[in-house]
């Protein structure tokens, strides 16, 4: 694989990952995402609608932590487990964990670590782990690990400094294993970039992991809610300065527009699509506007909208953090809200993604208060579609030396000063 | 009633809708082609139960893939939500679920009696209470078809008085007079018949005196079908396909004949044997959402262990895309885990096994070799022609098909 940087705008990488794959033929555009899936299958989704959606990642990730305990069925198939998908056409990224379900502490040894499945913890050594690799036959995974740094609160030295011991242990072994196995000569090791929010720790490791010959980077260990991301993006930064400029840098946990658009400026490159499936799952679609180039009239209505929309600020606050929706952010709306009843519009006016050509917001709030699986399937096409969207324009932003805008118009969204654009003004 | 109340209007320019294409010599079994306001609709037909305005998780685009032209709504379940005059607001049930072939609407008769614990029929129509909100509703004949004209579904069912199949006594001949007068106010209130298409619903229970009065008034209303109802309950088998077999002698033979609530396999072959032309059931996508996937076999139980490392699709002859695509392994494994597309795959199966095998069925009477057909699904099925079940095997000689 080759890593083809167009240019560096003010700190932010935007380029081509080329010769991927098997067969050396697939490309990826950076900054991007990947598709995030549940068991080896995108939430919700079978290939027909998955296909419904425009601008579907090249890459996959797939988590171990929902295939290390059907090992054996692997080990037996053979064939990988892109063909054990059925999705032998995509690029496949293997994580450890999923970053929708948090990790219990406390379990990683020396020797091991593990991942939390349906149906129970799968210790896994280094051997183990890579046998489930050789089993799996993605193009990419994540080196076995110490991630536990990350899960507590005030982390001490002594920790991060185990934590990056322990992963250059695992990514040595992991190294040399793959030596060894003529099937993973075509997959390709992440290492695994760990230290809490210990600075020492943190060039150490990324220093150290730089030396070695691995394919990309995963920065670990910077997810967290919103307030921990902010202090750690100057580690971030820190980070990233040490590593390789033509490898990739994947970050996980990290998949809010606004936490995203931070991250690219410190230098990462890739991101997990499952913000969009969170939304979907507290019966929300997202709305953000990302077309930061909108038409003249359209900027004068906003400017002219925008003290109605602070009156009202206080008014969205309250629904938000009222209820079952305390999650909930200002770049989406709940559908299960009673005045989406009657609303025969699409999710977002302009968007074509098959939900908002062919359904209202009414029809998905009718799913939704009948409990109907179907409003999970077009949430997750819409959300999908709009957060591959959202990539695109930040791509082209890149592209045009405009991503300031496309930041100011994010950034605004976020806070809730600009309200969402698809609100209904009383 | 006396026999001597008035007769009510009937609607003599009824249309005729079906059209026969080919008839089995030796059985009853028809083919045909009902012509509807949302496009034609080949019989025998199975119309998959997409209860609440969607057929579970899959989107209309998958549904018509598979090539459905005509589902169910639910009469009950969607006047209460979202209501009879939303659904109006969004252009019909068509428009609200965007779907844009056929819809057969029930009348909220059989849920008001099954699903509502303190529901009351009277001569005026069935009392409830809302699971929702608890308010007091009446389902009349008129607020039904009323209900079912907003929806504006192409076939709308009469409002029957509704009495299960394992209850005998004075209740059922009730139940069967009442349905008829049930029926002409259905009719007289009906406001859009040149777009929809009213069916009656037979009744009379297991008992064939009933069915028979029953199907001698109903068949003097001029409407554009016979829906044959109160069976697929807890009935044995034998008074089923008797009642079934009862019913199609005595339909008139230019018009459909529905079989209500019918979509077992075997149930679905001998039926068509018997006369009828469509069907409905839960089951197929109901069973599909407990992880069982419908073969030629029976049925497979995805989630057991012996499904864990069979790397074929369900069933090797099935074009559907949940075969093309995807291994028995790989759906035991979603199975187990909380993503729904498991669910999806095999509810995109199962319709797919029902439409298949009713082209099959269509076909073969078509090619003037349904009797064979028969025989060969049979012995698929029961891995012999005489382990078919008793009462299938009586079913099938009545009407000149005799399993060797």
């Known amino acids: ?426 | 009633m006396a026999a001597g109340a008035a007769v009510p209007t009937s609607l003599e320019s009824a249309p005729r809708i079906m059209r026969l294409v080919a008839e089995c010599s030796r059985s009853r079994a028809r083919a045909g082609e009902l012509r509807l306001p949302h496009g034609p609709v080949a019989t025998p037909v199975f119309m998959p139960v997409g209860t609440q305005a969607t057929m579970k998780g899959i989107t209309t685009e998958q549904l018509d893939a598979l090539g459905c032209r005509i589902c169910l709504g639910n009469t009950y379940h969607l006047g209460l939500r979202p209501g009879p005059e939303l659904i109006q607001k969004a252009n019909g049930l068509h428009g609200f679920m965007n779907w844009p072939h056929n819809l057969l609407t029930d009348s909220g008769g059989f849920q008001m009696v099954s699903l509502v614990a303190l529901s009351e029929v009277t001569e005026e129509g069935v009392r409830f209470r809302s699971p929702y909100d608890g308010e007091e509703t009446l389902l009349s004949p008129e607020r039904s078809v009323e209900i079912q004209n907003s929806l504006g579904s192409d076939i709308i069912m009469q409002l029957d008085d509704v009495v299960s199949s394992t209850v005998t006594g004075p209740r059922v001949e009730e139940a069967m007079h009442r349905s008829v007068r049930w029926l002409d106010r259905c009719i007289a209130a009906h406001r859009q018949p040149d777009k929809q298409n009213l069916f009656a619903i037979i009744q009379g229970g297991l008992d064939a005196d009933l069915r028979a009065t029953c199907l001698e008034e109903m068949t003097k209303r001029d409407v554009p079908g016979f829906a044959i109802g109160g069976l697929s309950g807890g009935e044995s088998k034998v008074q089923f396909w008797k009642m079934v077999a009862l019913s199609t002698s005595k339909l008139p033979k230019d018009k459909p004949r529905y079989l209500m609530g019918v979509g077992y396999a075997t149930d679905l072959v001998v039926c068509v044997a018997l006369g009828c032309d469509m069907f409905d059931c839960v089951y197929p996508t109901r069973t599909a959402r407990f992880g069982s996937a419908l073969v030629p076999t029976g049925q497979l139980q995805l989630k057991k262990k012996q499904y864990e490392k069979d790397f074929g699709p369900i069933d090797p002859e099935c074009s559907c895309p949940t075969c093309k695509r995807h291994s028995r392994a790989f759906l035991h494994t979603l199975l187990h885990s909380d993503n729904t597309a498991a669910l999806h795959h095999l509810t995109v199966h199962n319709i797919a096994y029902q439409l298949q095998l009713m082209s099959a069925i269509r076909a073969s009477i078509v090619e003037k070799r349904f009797p064979d057909f028969v025989c060969s699904f049979m012995n698929t099925m029961y891995g012999d022609q005489t382990l078919c079940p008793p009462w299938a095997t009586e079913a099938l000689a009545s009407v000149g098909i005799t399993l060797s």
């Open chain 1, 1 to 426: 694989m080759k890593l083809n940087l167009t240019k560096v705008v003010n700190g932010c990488r935007l380029g081509k990952i080329q010769n991927l794959g098997k067969t050396g033929d697939h490309t990826m555009d950076i900054p991007g995402c990947l598709l995030y899936t549940k068991t080896g299958s995108a939430p919700h989704l079978t290939q027909h609608t998955l296909h419904n959606i425009h601008g579907v990642p090249a890459m996959a990730q797939l988590t171990l932590s929902s295939l290390a305990e059907h090992h054996e069925v692997f080990a037996e198939y053979k064939k990988g487990v892109g063909n054990f998908i059925g999705m032998p056409e995509s690029l496949l990224y293997c994580s450890l964990h999923d970053p929708v379900s948090p990790c219990p502490s406390g379990y990683v040894t020396n020797k091991s670590v593990s991942v939390w499945g349906g149906g129970g913890r799968v210790e896994m050594t280094v051997s183990k782990f890579m046998a489930i690799q050789q089993a799996l036959q993605p193009d990419w995974f994540q080196s076995l690990s110490d991630g536990e740094a990350s899960c507590e609160e005030a982390i001490s030295i002594k920790r991060a400094r185990k934590s990056v011991d322990r992963t250059l242990l695992f990514l040595d072994s992991c190294l040399r294993l793959q030596e060894e196995s003529e099937v993973l000569q075509k997959s390709s090791i992440i290492g695994v970039i760990e230290g809490g929010d210990v600075m020492e720790e943190r060039l150490r490791s990324a220093r150290e992991t730089a030396k070695r010959p691995v394919s990309g980077f995963l920065l670990d260990g910077f997810q967290g809610n919103p307030t921990t991301l902010e202090t750690r993006l100057q580690l971030l930064s820190l980070v990233t300065a040490e590593l390789p400029e033509d490898k990739p840098r994947l970050i996980c946990g990290v998949s809010r527009p606004d936490e995203v658009l931070e991250c690219i400026e410190r230098g990462v490159d890739l991101f997990e699509s499952f913000f969009p499936y969170l939304v979907t799952e507290r019966g929300c679609a997202l709305t953000f506007n990302f077309d930061y180039q909108p038409n003249p009239e359209e900027t004068l209505l906003q400017q002219n909208g925008i003290q109605e929309e602070i009156k009202y600020e206080d008014q969205i606050k309250k629904i938000k953090t009222t209820g079952c929706n305390q999650k909930m952010t200002s770049f989406e709306i709940n559908l299960k809200e009673k005045k989406y009843r009657e609303d025969f519009s699409p999710l977002v006016k302009e968007c074509s993604c098959y939900c908002c050509k062919n359904h209202t917001r009414a029809y998905i709030h009718h799913l939704l208060v009948t409990n109907e699986l179907l409003a999970g399937v077009l949430l997750m096409i819409h959300n999908f579609e709009h957060y591959f969207g959202f990539f695109h324009s930040i791509r082209e932003a890149l592209k045009s030396d405009t991503l300031a805008q496309l930041k100011e118009l994010i950034r605004r969204q976020a806070s809730g000063e600009l309200g969402n654009t698809n609100l209904t003004l009383h």
